[in-house]
């Protein structure tokens, strides 16, 4: 199953497929785990929120590099989808989604 992934700005970013998160044009980001995710260098990247955005809390201490994981087969691309309405900024969270162009 193919999640969609957003910029908090509404945005379409990319897409989560079998715990592994992708940009639109399917390359490799970085995985999921227990509702956090992490770059595939092994850094944390944020955490998955309303299962559609990748934030991270400001108020938080930095997390310890995770293991690299294998890089998966690229899938297919999906559809693009459509962009969504803008969502209210949050106080202690920053779009983490922002560090990628």
């Known amino acids: 199953m193919?999640?969609?992934?957003?910029?908090?700005?509404?945005n379409y970013f990319g897409?989560?497929?079998n715990g592994n998160l992708?940009?639109?044009?399917s390359e490799y980001l970085g995985w999921v785990e227990n509702g956090e995710v992490w770059k595939k260098d092994g850094s944390y990247l944020g955490?998955?929120?309303d299962e559609a955005y990748i934030?991270?809390?400001?108020t938080i201490a930095s997390k310890a590099r995770r293991a690299r994981r294998a890089t998966p087969a690229r899938p297919a691309t999906p559809a693009r989808r459509a962009n969504?309405?803008?969502?209210a900024r949050r106080a202690i969270y920053i779009d983490v989604l922002d560090e990628f162009d």
């Open 15 to 17: 897409f989560i497929s």
């Open 55 to 58: 934030l991270r809390r400001t």
């Open 2 to 10: 193919v999640q969609p992934i957003y910029r908090w700005n509404g």
């Open 84 to 87: 969504r309405a803008a969502r």
């Open 22 to 25: 992708f940009n639109a044009r």
């Open 47 to 49: 955490e998955l929120v």
